[in-house]
């Protein structure tokens, strides 16, 4: 049998620096005899400034060949002046779009070590361990008509979203599988009190129900979910939710567990042929322009999403397990990247050994 | 000169019940010889039952002839089941549309006295006061085409955001205008990474900000506005923001503060005839139905909403400075309904009674 593998688009910013991280792991499991066959490209701004677009068309086919994707990270204001159509976020849109990751998983976990590192009071993150599932490859990010037009004397912005059943349908089934193997509570947000998507999506969300009757299904609108997600988070297990609600959602869930450059997600498709499912792994944060190249960067998140990669295409959940407890193994220690800095009696370490210490770890 | 007139639409949920503290406030003022024209009537849920329209047509009519508009609270799940063209929220969003509320005033502020009842930490909040301006009458709220449609074998939901250039100019005008009497900082949030609604946005609030030299305008993009709001709220003065992200940012935001019972907001179209802005006021807070008819809702955000209505539409800004600082000493004195329970020697009391000690402060 020939070696899984796995492509690596280490993107702007930061992305490269901490996916250099993620290498040294994937080299020690190398050494241990689980060999990844890794090719790496361009992605975002680094692709474009090498070709004059965010993802070729050679990246996307590779990317649909591999047994999965590992992403860095898109973007910075080096190209905000770029034309819509070529902005480095649309390397990322496209590959998952083609690749038709429809669900993107976020946990949103606060690592007790690093619980100070939190706004919110240390009792109401301790703990925290919420997975929330956001619809990816639909709604308002990708539906038609779209574009800026001329209409009387002036401009018009125009985005649509727009939900089938059967996007619908999938996305709350992936939802529902975990929260299975979770603690059986499910929640859903959307705005059916003012969007008639929302209202086909609290319909067939409650549908799919009917498969799961285990699961405790509850409907919030999403500014609720926003509030009770700022106020008492662990009063939630799995949420599901659309393409736009889930960026906001889960980017402020990540933020309140303090532990934003520690969270990896994963975008999962369809079976391939191999019975993987079609993946791509990343960081929940950005490319951090402000402090790329400085060795500042976390690259826990990155590394992170690697083992999440074990877990979910490759079948390797028991060393994903271990990669995990190195990293909390780690921040025991008191090792901490300068993300992580203000506790009393911490080392602050380097982009590289942080990465150092975890492959020590393991 | 004729008195002043206010349509009072206490609506459900503690609508009813919040309303009636806000009329002893207006007696109050009346007692001193700032008399009110008041009417009352019915929206949402309440409309509904009464006439099968969550909002009649000669109420509509009334709202565009007042100076102002008062409104409790919409919605309810005994509605949930009610047809999407009549549920209670149709009643609101109707008012919204037809009276052309373009800026909605929502102040994210931090009461000294409840600094502790936020999940976030007294540092993060205390003195906290940021005002949250968001486009309400445009949008994906009210954009066609939309609804559920038929498409092959399944449905399809479909909802339109689009924002003209002159819909974006005149909210972000008022949001600069603001910015100019507060600390003259203004970020405008959006997804211009995404969206085409957002490229334009972000232009366009760009051009308007050349008029405004002396703001220091930044742009965010709406999922790290919600995590930065979540980290650092005090980093922002006045935010500028679309319907829907900011329905969702201006909760969190409420939430946060730990005053959520205690927020007002303004709804402020075009100048009338008279001069006075088009206007309504209502708290963030919903109905509560959970907690409705039995005495426990706090009624000072519908009183500071009133407070609102004296300083944006009668200018009458002593008065309502007034009634706010008789909120903060009833505060300070240890006066708290259930909502605000938690804290050692704090007297619990009814709406009713809550209504009482704000009069005898005043
Ligand atoms: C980079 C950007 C296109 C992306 C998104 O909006 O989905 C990011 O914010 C994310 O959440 O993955
Ligand atoms: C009640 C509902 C229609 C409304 C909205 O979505 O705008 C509410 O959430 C608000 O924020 O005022």
């Known amino acids: 049998m020939s070696n899984p593998s796995l492509l690596i688009l280490p993107g702007d910013g930061i992305g490269p620096e901490v996916m250099a991280e993620v290498r040294k792991v994937i080299d020690w499991f190398g050494t241990r005899g689980l060999t990844f066959d890794v090719s790496e490209d361009l992605v975002g701004g680094a692709a474009y400034d090498a070709h004059g677009t965010p993802l070729t068309d050679a990246t996307m086919a590779k990317a649909q060949e591999v047994d999965a994707v590992l992403l860095g990270a898109v973007g910075g204001p080096k190209y905000d002046v770029l034309d819509f159509s070529v902005k480095p976020e649309r390397g990322l849109l496209r590959l998952r779009k083609e690749m038709d990751l429809y669900a993107n998983l976020r946990p949103a976990q606060c690592f007790d070590a690093l619980a100070d590192f939190s706004s919110l009071k240390k009792d109401v993150v301790a703990g925290l361990d919420i997975m929330i599932v956001r619809e990816l490859t639909s709604g308002i990010y990708f539906g038609e008509p779209r574009g800026i037009i001329e209409e009387g004397n002036e401009r018009v912005g125009i985005n649509t979203q727009r939900y089938t059943e059967s996007e619908i349908d999938r996305v709350a089934r992936s939802a529902f599988e975990l929260a299975m193997r979770r603690n059986k509570k499910l929640c859903s947000m959307e705005k059916a009190n003012v969007m008639e998507s929302g209202v086909l999506w609290r319909e067939v969300v409650t549908e799919v129900g009917k498969d799961y009757p285990e699961v405790a299904l509850s409907h919030m609108y999403a500014d609720a979910g926003a509030m009770q997600l700022c106020r008492w988070p662990k009063q ?32 999962l498709g369809a079976p391939m042929a191999n019975g993987r499912p079609k993946a791509l792994y990343e960081p929940v944060h950005g490319s951090a322009p402000d402090i790329a190249g400085q ?3 976390n690259p826990i998140a990155c590394i992170l999403s690697f083992a999440m990669a074990l877990r979910y295409s490759f079948d390797q959940g028991d060393e994903a397990t271990r990669v995990e407890k190195a990293v909390e193994k780690v921040l ?11 506790e009393e009696g911490v080392t602050p370490v380097s982009t590289s050994e942080m990465g150092d210490a975890i492959v020590k770890a393991l």
């Open 236 to 267: 939630f297990d799995v949420i599901v939710t659309d393409n736009l609600f889930g960026d906001l959602l889960s980017d402020a869930a990540a933020m309140l567990t303090g532990s934003l450059g520690m969270l990896p997600s994963a975008s």
């Open 295 to 297: 060795g500042k960067a």
């Open 332 to 342: 025991a220690d008191g090792v901490r990247t300068a993300d992580l800095l203000g």
